[in-house]
């Protein structure tokens, strides 16, 4: 079994990473942005998957903030949905979920 602490470093690593990724792309989104960009209208397809990008990491972000609160808590490991275990090799693959494999499908 994977502790909570260990859990817990593991999503304190991936927010990390993902922070700084988010902060990459919101700085190339507003160069993007920049109305005195000569590329600009070959840029606006770019532009849309940067934000699609951005918006994913942002949804992580939030559900590892999410899931670091539950380890505060001690309620981690258990689904937010219906209040059961949530399998331990499923934390181990999504540490960050809040829900049990069955409310999640
Ligand atoms: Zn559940």
Known sequence: MVSAEAHQKRLEERRQK???????????LRRFQDPDSAER??????DE?????DAAGRQELEAIEAAL??????TFGTCAQCGGDIDQRRL??????PNCV????
Do not use: K, Q, Y
Request: aromatic content about 0%.
């Open 18 to 28: 993902i922070g700084r990724r988010v902060g990459r792309i919101t700085e190339d």
């Open 41 to 46: 209208a070959t840029e606006s397809e770019n």
């Open 49 to 53: 998957v940067l934000e699609g990008l």
């Open 69 to 74: 609160s539950r380890i505060a808590t001690g």
């Open 92 to 97: 181990e693959v999504i540490p960050h979920t």
């Open 102 to 105: 069955d409310c999640a499908s």
